[in-house]
């Protein structure tokens, strides 16, 4: 961030914020309860945490009831941090960490120390709906954070990850309150845009309810020259009368973003290089990714009686992405020297996913019981094609990075560019049966069900179109849930619970321990589906004003490696035989210190090894890019002296991270800290309010993560961002 951009956003700032301070004048002359006024729109305003949320097919509930960790990020901290991406929202998190994957600018989550990608993200409950790469916050009422593995709540994730937990995204509907909001909004040093939210109800009961809200931002953000433009719109409608709660949502997602600022390559050198300065990009002008999404679903409810209901909902996504990605790769530490390697690629996917389903509860002899019975199918069909170029002939720097020219030498290419052919099918099918007991007046609740999931795959030629490989397995994924409450406002709980990813392929050979090359003895086969397993205690603690949470966790994700085969020693043996163990504690604390003081803080600590390893190599090393603790902070202070204005600020920790799986490297601790205000002036009677943040105040520059799917890549942290905003209430 320069001095220019800096001195530009600050004169943005009081720009918003001078007719601000002047408008509670223009109240009083108008006699308005200016106080009241305020007052309801600083409460209305205030981020927090809902405690609870959907569990999957048991239903929403209090956090309180379910034997899981579970916990929502409101629309008002949506609204008052200015994100522009899913992963800044989960930043508040002190369990989640965010980094991009896969080479493009899609968001990569980590999640006790797992892998949570753009693709199985929740839309409302539905796998496959959500846009695949990055999801624009604004148009979400909920963001929902279940920790731990979910494949008998929510179903295998069709994306293979998940295993450490999901997040849940609940779209905008109408409330009790009538909406009609716009925001105007900055990202320095040249992101501009606004949005829009208008919600009723109508009806002589208030049964029909719509919802439209949307937003449109573009230009250049803080990284340097990296270009960012978002466009969505959402629609809700719903009817909410007698037995009958019907509700339709549809939206429409646009994103581009140019001259991104890729991860770094550094395999192999031996060594960490230094940072460079917080806001250099050492991506190319050249590359961008363009992301296309109309998505949406149907659902109904009707209650056959006052304890029995039925459901069902149906949703859909139609996506489209096209990009041209660079790869750099360090060369030289000393003198940051990279090799810049390309790529084309363009996608399309066609996505549908349903449910259906029965909840019933009764009551006899004072014990309760809640049964939940159902099934649920996803259907994903991918398209893609894809070149991959030659490296540039001019080499880049990481500290003084220039535009080299691109490669136009095909190495590989497969597919139509223009017409991408089908690549992969895939069908996830499962029943589910659940029966939640409940004793002393609910006081103890024991959960226990399980669901019958089937992952069938295809995999085509994209060229040909000829099928090439299938894959069609079944596994039984239970789930055991114990919450005693001992007394009010204390709620301890257990489970074991499973995770679910379709297996591998064993290959033709392999190396053994000797570095001998040997067959393998069931080459081609397709293993099972991968089962996780997790077993967790925890705690939740209820004071009125604070809430507090306690989890011990341990997550065995089964690894597919080869071994000598027992039977034939001349051979090799595919299988899940290798294992990797996370274990941890997490702690989260939300709520009012005191009137006024608000805090969503809280810390995780993960050891992450590598059990039963191939060969016994790496056997007990830590696994990459899982920080070995984290901390968060984030305090709201209503002024008492100044009634309308709040301060805000953050602190984000994270801890080392070994940055290769021989455990020779590793990322330092890094922290960063934000600070922000937002005054709520009058204009009229309605209320306006003004918002000013800074992100990463320091400027820090740090290695953020090296966390990837596919290899342990660097991300470079976000530089300091300056952010401003304006709220009109009407």
């Given at each position: 961030m320069t001095l220019h951009h800096a001195r530009k956003a600050l004169l943005l700032a009081a720009g918003f914020t001078a007719p601000g301070l002047a408008l509670p004048a223009i109240a009083q002359d108008n006699g308005t309860d200016e106080d009241s006024i305020i007052v309801t729109a600083q409460r209305e305003n205030q981020t927090g945490v809902v405690q609870g949320g959907s569990a999957g097919v048991l239903g929403n509930k209090a956090a309180e009831d379910v034997p899981f960790s579970l916990r929502s990020y409101n629309s008002a901290l949506i609204l008052n941090q200015q994100p522009q991406t899913l992963g800044q929202v989960l930043e508040n998190d002190p369990t989640v960490r965010t980094t991009t994957g896969f080479g493009i600018a899609g968001e990569l989550f980590n999640i006790r120390g797992f892998a949570l990608a753009g693709d199985d993200i929740g839309y409302d409950g539905l796998y496959g709906v959500m846009p695949r790469q990055l999801a624009a916050p604004e148009l979400y009422d909920q963001v929902q954070i279940l920790n731990g593995s979910s494949a008998f709540l929510n179903?295998?994730?069709?994306?293979?990850?998940?295993?450490?937990?999901?997040?849940?995204?609940?779209?905008?509907?109408?409330t009790g309150r009538d909406v009609t909001r716009f925001t105007l909004g900055y990202t320095a040093p040249e992101h501009v845009g606004g949005s829009f939210d208008f919600g009723k109800r109508l009806?002589?009961?208030?049964?029909?309810?719509?919802r439209i809200n949307g937003a449109a931002r573009n230009g250049d953000v803080s990284v340097d020259d990296e270009f960012r433009s978002t466009y969505v719109l959402g629609g809700a409608v719903d009817y909410n009368s007698g037995p009958l709660r019907l509700s339709l949502d549809i939206a429409y997602q646009r994103v581009k973003v140019s001259h991104f600022r890729p991860k770094l390559r550094v395999s192999g050198l031996g060594v960490i290089?230094?940072?460079?300065?917080?806001?250099?990009?050492?991506?190319?002008?050249?590359?961008?990714?363009?992301?296309?999404?109309?998505f949406g679903q149907f659902r109904a409810e009707y209650d056959l009686a006052g304890n029995v209901m039925v459901y069902a909902a149906f949703g859909a996504r139609d996506g489209s992405e096209v990009g041209?990605?660079?790869?750099?790769?360090?060369?030289d530490p000393a003198t940051g020297d990279l090799t810049v390697s390309s790529s084309f690629i363009p996608r399309t996917d066609n996505n549908e996913a349903a449910t259906v389903g029965l909840r019933a509860g009764l009551t006899t002899?004072?014990?309760?019981?809640?049964?939940?019975?159902?099934?649920?199918?996803?259907?994903?069909?991918?398209?893609?094609?894809?070149?991959?170029?030659?490296?540039?002939?001019?080499?880049?720097?990481?500290?003084?990075?220039?535009?080299?020219?691109?490669?136009?030498?095909?190495?590989?290419?497969?597919?139509?560019?223009?017409?991408?052919?089908?690549?992969?099918?895939?069908?996830?099918?499962?029943l589910f049966l659940s029966d939640t007991i409940g004793f002393w007046d609910d006081r103890v609740l024991f959960t226990v069900g399980a669901r019958l999931q089937e992952i069938q795959t295809r995999s085509f030629n994209v060229t040909t179109g000829d099928q090439t490989g299938g894959y069609k397995e079944d596994a039984l994924t239970p789930v055991f849930g114990l919450v005693v409450k001992p007394v009010e406002g204390l709620s301890v709980y257990a489970n074991r619970i499973e995770s679910l990813v379709q297996g591998s392929t064993a290959p033709a050979s392999g190396t053994d321990s000797g570095g001998n090359t040997l067959p393998v003895s069931n080459a081609g086969e397709v293993l099972s589906p991968y089962v996780s397993e997790q077993y967790e205690i925890g705690g939740k603690l209820d004071i009125g004003t604070l809430d507090f949470t306690l989890a011990l966790f341990q997550i065995d994700r089964e690894t597919a490696i080869l071994r000598v085969d027992p039977s034939d020693a001349t051979m090799l043996e595919f299988g899940p035989f290798g294992t990797q163990r996370n274990r941890g504690i997490e702690f989260t604390v939300a709520g009012e210190l005191a009137d006024g003081l608000r805090l969503i803080a809280g810390g995780s600590v993960i050891d992450a090894k590598l059990r039963d390893t191939q060969n016994g190599v790496n056997e007990g090393n830590e696994a990459v890019g899982v920080p070995d603790f984290l901390l968060n902070a984030n305090l709201e202070w209503d002024v008492s002296f100044?009634?309308?204005?709040?301060?805000?600020g953050r602190v984000v920790h994270t801890g080392e991270q070994a940055a290769d799986i021989t455990n020779s490297l590793y990322l330092d601790s890094w922290t960063r800290f934000d600070i922000g205000a937002r005054y709520v002036a009058l204009l009229g009677d309605k209320p306006v309010t003004l918002r000013f943040g800074i992100d990463n105040v320091?400027?820090?520059?740090?290695?953020?993560?090296?966390?990837?799917?596919f290899r342990p890549d660097l991300a470079l942290g976000t530089p300091r961002t300056f952010k401003a905003s304006a709220t009109f209430d009407f």
């Open positions: 179903g295998a994730a069709p994306g293979g990850s998940g295993i450490g937990g999901s997040v849940n995204l609940i779209p905008k509907r109408a009806g002589a009961n208030g049964e029909w309810g719509i290089p230094d940072e460079p300065e917080a806001d250099t990009n050492f991506g190319q002008p050249w590359q961008y990714t363009t992301l296309r999404d109309i041209v990605y660079s790869t750099p790769t360090l060369t002899g004072g014990i309760s019981q809640e049964m939940n019975a159902g099934g649920s199918i996803n259907w994903l069909t991918s398209r893609n094609a894809f070149e991959f170029y030659a490296t540039s002939a001019e080499l880049n720097n990481l500290y003084d990075p220039i535009e080299v020219t691109q490669s136009d030498t095909v190495t590989f290419a497969s597919g139509d560019l223009d017409d991408p052919l089908r690549a992969s099918t895939t069908r996830l099918s499962s100044v009634p309308a204005l709040t301060l805000t320091a400027d820090e520059a740090y290695w953020a993560s090296a966390f990837d799917s």
